[in-house]
């Protein structure tokens, strides 16, 4: 028994040893850029193709590191700039960037845009740009310029009576569309259909505070404290929550938690559905009922919340290449592979212009709602602790959106669990 | 007699019902809404759900991935926590509290708190996207809690035995080797089967260390199948059977082996 296990062990020994040495003598792919990006099978499938046609172009070599999930790829990032060892290209939303260009992490992208041969500031949407600046620098590269829109299914809308939402139209036509979509269960069990879906998230909230007239923050680029408390921002909150609490046009948490909205939508159980881009690529798969994207309804003025990723380089040696990377998968050939995956809203242009983008024949046939809502976006602030003030009122708006406190409780709550991290952000800038 | 085994018969029925949710839940077919109560069995069982798991992601690479990093950690795992454990009860009194309480110590220190300074560690060694980071910890028998086992387990053998083998001239691999190690065999099977499960789960360290989608180990490609919508649930649950079943095996295996080592071995009896 003991001598099998010294030799088992032994062997264990020996081939970690052997893998030590492999491990060393790995430096031939050190020259590789890489880019970490996490998503599901159908966009990793089209980083694979980004990946390939950088490779077929440059001639120089790229792999690809795909995490699991955003949690899983925040959590490597972080580590692996803590120990020294980042990728050289990551690609991460407007809302999570800061923490790392507070930290000196990122190598500006703004200087090596004035700089390019390959790229030109102008022909870039301005409003993803204005997001990825931090301390008034461009720090990293926008890939894509999406926003929230409402999916709706056009065979239900038929059922109902109901013509397309037209360009302008306005929550109360909103609101009366979802009460006309929404249908009382037939029996015990029976999964009732709802006019509207929406996930209670401060993210999908904003919009409505907006275009209420209210604000969400005293100050996008230098934020102290949330003002959804003011007449206005309390109009757009309130309009929020009674989708849920008033007439019971959304789902409640129990039912999303044994069926998610993008599945119900997906089995034409959900009229509408509020959303960003992402849904695109998994909705192309309906075959059963015919789809289309409407802009965001108004409840004053014209709103949305902007969604935009961008690529990041790390500071370091290898920060050449890995912008070298960024100019092809930021320019027109890179935007316009992963436009036809249908998952992005491309930053440039001359791409969202496309036919790449556009797609005519395939749904949804109003794409250009992506476009006409540019000029209406606005973004949530950028601050080094930004992701948890978010994950703290998150929390606060789901409990309110599902009825377990009152207005004047989530507001409270809000105020009290995001002003140390809001005065953290404060003290942690230059 | 009869109350102890009903006990241990409820005991048994209440580890064993994630097991019956897990194999219910594998057999519903993909694509079905979840059911709305709790569902003790499939109405019609279906496996297209394993199909599935195996199709979205490369679990069959994966699963090999992670077999050969138990395979080469959980022996030596074995072997230097039975060796440390060993050593423990032959140091005088003051030197063996300092190791115990050392090792109670380091038990005590959060995972979360290593990820950076052995990410620095083998990043500077060049052995990021390597197995290196991933069999290394059994170096150092991966957990304190195993040396300690071995320890409790090594000091419960009477003094005399060990000194009578050393009159007889043997040297302290020799003892270990023919005298203590065959007496403390029952934790030498649930060490290995505790190094196991640890190294066959984890998942914060290949999610660290490993980049190269060839390199992953079952745990990543299960968090990715986590993603799907609640409608394919069949095919996470049909996946993580698959990636639970060796785990389940090897506690069966070594099990006989650990009760009746335990019911012959006296000196666990004392």
Redesign the interface.
């Known amino acids: 028994m003991a001598r099998a296990l010294i030799l088992a062990g032994l062997a264990g020994a020996l081939a970690l040893a052997l893998a030590l040495l492999a491990g060393g003598c790995r430096g031939s792919s050190d020259s590789a850029v890489t880019l970490q990006v996490f998503g599901d099978a159908q966009e990793l499938v089209a980083y694979r193709e980004l990946i390939a046609a950088y490779e077929r172009k440059t001639g120089e070599n790229a792999s690809l590191i795909e995490v699991p999930d955003r949690d899983a790829h925040v959590q490597k990032l972080t580590t692996a700039f803590a120990g020294g060892s980042p990728p050289d290209v990551f690609l991460v939303n407007y809302r999570n960037f800061a923490p790392f260009a507070a930290r000196g992490a990122l190598d500006a992208a703004g200087p090596r845009l004035r700089r390019s041969l390959e790229l030109n500031r102008a022909d870039f949407y301005p409003q993803p740009l204005e997001a990825f600046a931090f301390d008034g620098t461009l720090q990293c590269l926008p890939q894509n310029v999406s926003s929230l829109v409402v999916y709706y299914n056009r065979n239900l809308f038929r059922q109902a009576g109901l013509r397309d939402p037209e360009p302008g139209w306005t929550y109360d036509e909103f609101r009366a569309a979802a009460r006309r979509l929404t249908e009382p269960a037939r029996g015990e069990g029976e999964i009732r259909r709802y006019g509207v879906g929406i996930e209670p998230e401060l993210v999908r909230l904003a919009p409505f505070v907006w275009s209420a007239g209210g604000d969400i923050v005293d100050d996008p680029d230098d934020p102290g404290r949330f003002t959804i408390d003011t007449p206005e921002g309390r109009e757009g909150l309130l309009a929020f929550l009674d989708l849920q609490g008033g007439d019971r046009l959304a789902p409640f948490e129990q039912e999303i938690e044994a069926k998610a909205l993008d599945e119900r939508f997906l089995d034409g159980e959900l009229g509408m559905f509020l959303s960003s881009r992402r849904e695109v690529p998994t909705f192309r798969s309906i075959e059963d009922f015919e789809w289309d994207v409407a802009p965001f309804p108004r409840l004053r003025e014209p709103a949305s919340v902007l969604h935009s990723d961008a690529y990041c380089v790390a500071r370091g040696d290898r920060a050449e290449q890995g912008w070298r990377f960024v100019e092809f998968a930021a320019g027109p050939e890179g935007q316009r592979i992963l436009a036809r995956s249908g998952r992005i809203v491309p930053s440039l242009k001359s791409v969202a212009r496309s036919r790449d983008f556009l797609a005519p024949g395939r749904p949804p046939r109003s794409s250009e709602v992506f476009l006409h809502a540019i000029p209406t976006i606005r973004r949530l602030p950028v601050a080094s602790t930004w992701p948890e003030i978010e994950e703290a009122a998150d929390l606060a708006i789901k409990r309110a959106y599902y009825t377990e406190l009152t207005v004047e409780e989530a507001l409270a709550r809000l105020e009290r669990e995001t002003a140390p991290l809001l005065r953290r952000a404060r003290d942690a800038r230059p | 007699m009869r109350r102890r085994q009903a006990t241990a018969t409820l005991v048994s029925a209440a580890f064993l019902f994630p097991l019956v949710f897990l194999l219910v839940g594998a057999l519903r077919a993909p694509g079905l809404?979840?059911p709305?109560g709790l569902e003790v069995l499939t109405p019609s069982p279906d496996t297209g759900g394993f199909g599935r798991a195996f199709a979205?992601t490369d679990l069959g690479r994966q699963l090999v991935n992670s077999a050969v990093i138990a395979?080469?950690?959980?022996?030596?795992t074995?072997?230097?926590a039975?060796w440390a454990g060993f050593a423990a009860t032959r140091l005088g009194r003051w030197g063996r509290r300092a190791v115990i309480g050392g090792s109670l110590v380091a038990l005590l220190v959060p995972l979360s708190a290593l990820?950076?300074p052995r990410?620095?560690l083998f990043?500077q060694?060049?052995?990021?996207?390597?197995?290196?980071p991933l069999?290394?910890p059994?170096?150092m028998a991966t957990s304190p809690l195993y040396v300690l086992l071995f320890y409790w387990s090594y000091s419960r053998l009477p003094p005399d035995l060990i000194d009578a083998a050393r009159l007889e001239g043997l040297g302290p691999l020799a003892i270990?080797?023919?005298v203590a190690?065959?007496l403390v065999?029952p934790t030498?099977f649930a060490v290995g089967v505790l190094a196991f499960v640890f190294h066959w789960s984890n998942f914060?360290d290949p999610?660290?260390y490993l980049?190269?989608?060839s390199l992953y180990t079952a745990p990543?490609g299960l968090?990715?199948l986590?993603?799907l919508?609640?409608?394919d649930f069949p095919v996470l649950m049909a996946a993580a059977l698959v990636v639970t079943l060796p785990a389940v095996l090897a506690f069966a295996a070594v099990q006989r082996r650990f009760l009746s080592e335990t019911r012959a071995a006296g000196w666990l009896g004392r």
């Open positions: 809404p979840p709305t979205l395979v080469l950690a959980v022996p030596l074995v072997l230097v039975s990820w950076v990410f620095v990043s060694l060049s052995l990021v996207d390597t197995y290196v069999v290394a059994a170096l270990w080797r023919r190690a065959p065999r030498t914060i999610l660290l980049n190269d989608p990543l968090r990715q986590k993603d919508g609640p409608t």
